[in-house]
């Protein structure tokens, strides 16, 4: 079943939630250029460009054909191209209409002009990629329009504004008389993606591509044998740079050691050796990632360091030199682990424990903001994050929603509570989009958001969520279809990074009836559906109207039917007596327990194929919960010693308030570990008893809960929310992936939705 198909508790967001209002069509005609430019003027009227006699001149320095292709694919036919030397003086050709492009230095007919109408560039932009576009008329009232960068990039974003502006109409095109002036608050702004993505990010300015050696090719070629297969890896490398360079993409590329590090001389010079291969290949950013990784050593590096931080500082150290050798202030930018720590506990004991090993200080940190998915991320965290490594923030990886995961509900929502002066702790805003790709190729959906991020990357200072979104939301829409789109896209834009109830149901959902939240839901795709028929003979892009088409399909269709039957479920619990722990199934008080076997796959609604059944029972003083999970057909028990989120487990979760909001795991359990859950009582966790009991083709969790660790008491008429979710990973556990995961009602896109909790009764 596709990602894009909403749980039920997006959609009763949808039923009940106001959402984002948009900005009014006639708001936006000051705003006709996203990213917004830093500065811009407007004349007192407009400037008509001929469908005759219109030429460019460009500089014969471009190194490549873009900037031309780009001003063919606006003009066609009608737009005659002369290549001009630096050095020449040529008059301007006697056309109805020119276009001027390249710096003064480049192009002497765009310094005259720019002479002319007396402008230039600030000094403040100083970035390789700043541009001036002028629209107006020169001296003999000729239409003239200036494209000038401070490179050839710069060039290229000019040309991308001015694809914004121009109004195509029979006698030719028309243009709002004007003057930009711009360049970006981050040095490089990048979306990490793959494929896709090479075509849509240069459009909007973004210019920075992310590759992972250890997706492809990537790492493979560097330590093959010299040859006729490393030649050609070699050539194939080259003609993939070549492609983003292109389009004024730099790549990233970034290496993971992998679980156990090899610091050995050996393993030094491995990965030394990948990194002076990926240089002369073409690449000048670098990215040593360890995210993830459980610091263990090899058995020989374990022998030359008597602690991983040496051996990780030494690793690093010894690739960051590397690079040095190669060209002096290359930067290297770190994840020293798990997304730098940046969320996490005792980060400065990992970063002073890497300091005194020796990290060199040069190096730069990666950085997710204070939390995982941040709801702000300001130049000061910044600064406090990278103060105890003794290094500076290089890299901001905005890691949304790559762990948020929006699965279930269409992200149309602008960045928010990114500060205006990140960018000066920041050379790198790099968004990190994981699930809001949708199935069709160009990714329709996921652009109108991330265009926001754009918006945000090239001018911070003066980033407009709510504009931002009714702007991206205009240029993929078209003016005839952006009133219908706006109110379709309404309540989704509330539900985005830093606001709070972007993961949450509005309140009064928690007290709908399984019937209220049907009709609601019923009543809201319906609206949904008649303002896309309202869109769609006139809405722009043709890829988001077969996103949304699909989007409303699938959830009005055969999954709907499914998330009815496996959400909003209701277990009673009778008594028993107490079990005795250990036996498994054969003690008789299970079969006196309520048996709850209708399990459903995570994120689906089909049922669990393989049987999982829970038996649950109570008595005066504990709650029995036995979970029976039958092997899958070629699967073994996958458990690993060191760490448990990888291993085949049973999560259970309370809302003993029934107030469908609070979501506590109170316990993961695998066959020889449990964590439970102390911040409820540290006495009574201890108290809590447990066992795995193993046959040839299943395997059965077992608990005795005591109340007084829940903090609560179940007597007959009592209500309580309840999950129990079985979990699957992959056998290797470096992987660590998630492949089988069952829940006994359907949590949308996350176990810890309490809103959708079944509901326990006890008897």
């Not at 900005?23 to 407009?46: T, V």
């Not at 292709?69 to 737009?79: V, Y």
Request: with cysteine; aromatic share 10%; glycine share 6%.
């Amino acid at each position: 079943m596709n990602r894009w198909i909403p749980a039920l508790c997006g959609l009763v967001f949808l039923a009940t939630a106001q959402g984002e209002e948009m900005l009014p069509l006639a708001d936006l005609a000051r705003h006709p250029i996203i990213p917004e430019p830093q500065r811009i003027e407007f004349g007192p009227g407009d400037v008509r460009l001929p469908a005759r006699g219109l030429t460019a001149l460009l500089p014969a320095s471009h190194a490549w054909p873009t900037v031309a292709s780009e001003l063919a694919g606006l003009f066609g036919d009608k737009l005659s191209v002369v290549r001009v030397a630096r050095d020449a003086d040529a008059p301007l050709p006697e056309a109805a209409g020119c276009i001027l492009v390249g710096s003064p230095l480049e192009n002497r007919a765009v310094a005259r002009a720019l002479d002319e109408a007396r402008l230039a560039l600030p000094p403040e932009a100083d970035s390789p990629e700043a541009y001036l576009l002028a629209v107006g008329r020169d001296a003999a009232g000729r239409p003239r329009i200036i494209l000038s960068g401070r490179t050839e990039a710069g060039d290229f974003y000019a040309v991308q504004s001015l694809r914004q502006i121009l109004r195509a109409h029979a006698e030719g095109w028309t243009l709002p008389e004007m003057v930009v002036r711009d360049w970006p608050a981050f040095r490089y702004r990048g979306i990490k993606r793959q494929v896709g993505w090479p075509q849509w990010m240069p459009a909007w300015k973004m210019n920075l591509v992310w590759l992972f050696s250890r997706e492809g090719r990537w790492q493979r070629y560097p330590l093959l044998p010299d040859g006729p297969e490393k030649d050609a890896a070699r050539a194939d490398a080259a003609k993939t740079l070549s492609v983003f360079r292109a389009r004024f993409l730099h790549p990233i590329i970034s290496y993971n050691p992998g679980h156990v590090l090899d610091a050995t001389e050996a393993g030094v010079t491995r990965v030394r050796t990948m990194y002076e291969e990926w240089y002369d290949a073409g690449f000048r950013l670098f990215a040593l990632s360890f995210d993830d990784q459980r610091s263990e050593l090899t058995p020989e590096t374990a022998a030359r360091y008597d602690a991983y931080p040496k051996a990780q500082a030494a690793f690093i150290n010894a690739v960051y030199d590397a690079l040095q050798r190669k060209e002096k202030g290359l930067d290297l930018y770190l994840c020293h682990q798990r997304y730098a720590s940046s969320h996490l506990a005792g980060r400065e004991a990992d970063a002073r424990a890497l300091r005194e090993a020796g990290l060199n200080p040069a190096v730069k940190m990666q950085w997710v903001g204070p939390t995982l998915v941040a709801a702000e991320a300001t130049a000061r965290q910044a600064r406090e994050f990278a103060a105890p490594f003794g290094l500076r923030n290089g890299l901001f990886y905005d890691n949304w929603p790559g762990s948020a995961n929006s699965a279930w509900h269409l992200e149309f929502g602008p960045v928010r509570g990114r500060a205006p002066d990140l960018a000066t702790e920041i050379d790198i805003f790099m968004l990190s989009p994981e699930h809001i790709t949708s199935r069709v190729d160009g990714y329709a959906v996921a652009q109108v958001a991330c265009l926001t991020a754009a918006d945000y990357a090239w001018n911070s200072a003066a980033y407009d969520p709510r504009r931002s979104i009714s702007r991206a939301l205009l240029e993929h829409a078209g003016p005839q279809a952006y009133e219908p789109m706006t109110q379709f896209v309404a309540p989704f834009a509330s539900r985005w990074l830093g606001n709070p109830d972007r993961e949450m149901p509005v309140p009064g959902s928690e007290k709908m009836t399984p019937e209220e939240v049907s009709r609601a839901f019923d009543a809201e795709t319906a609206r949904l559906q008649a303002l896309l028929d309202r869109a769609r003979p006139s809405l722009r892009d043709r890829r988001l109207l077969a996103d949304l088409d699909h989007y409303l399909a699938q959830v009005r269709g055969e999954y709907w039917r499914k998330v009815r039957n496996a959400s909003f479920r209701q277990y009673r619990i009778p008594q028993i007596e107490a079990p005795a722990i250990g036996r498994g199934l054969d003690d008789p008080a299970w079969r006196r327990a309520a048996r709850v076997d209708t399990f459903f796959l995570f994120q689906k609604g089909d049922p669990d194929p393989a049987g999982t059944r829970a038996h649950v029972g109570y008595d005066a003083r504990h709650l029995y919960l036995a979970v029976e999970c039958p092997l899958r057909p070629g699967r073994d028990f996958v458990e690993t010693p060191d760490n448990s989120w990888r291993s085949d487990n049973l999560q259970v979760f309370f809302d003993t308030n029934l107030d469908k909001a609070t979501a506590e795991r109170s316990f993961y359990l695998k066959s020889n570990n449990i964590f439970v859950n102390s911040s409820r009582n540290a006495a009574a966790a201890d108290r809590v008893r447990h066992a795995v009991t193993k046959a040839a083709d299943r395997y059965v969790y077992e608990l005795a809960i005591p109340f007084e660790y829940l903090g609560a008491v179940a007597v007959p008429g009592t209500k309580w929310g309840m999950l129990v979710a079985r979990s699957e990973f992959k056998p290797d556990p470096a992987q660590n992936a998630l492949v089988y995961g069952v829940t006994w009602c359907l949590t949308a896109d996350a176990y810890a939705r309490a809103v959708m909790f079944a509901e326990v009764a006890f008897e």
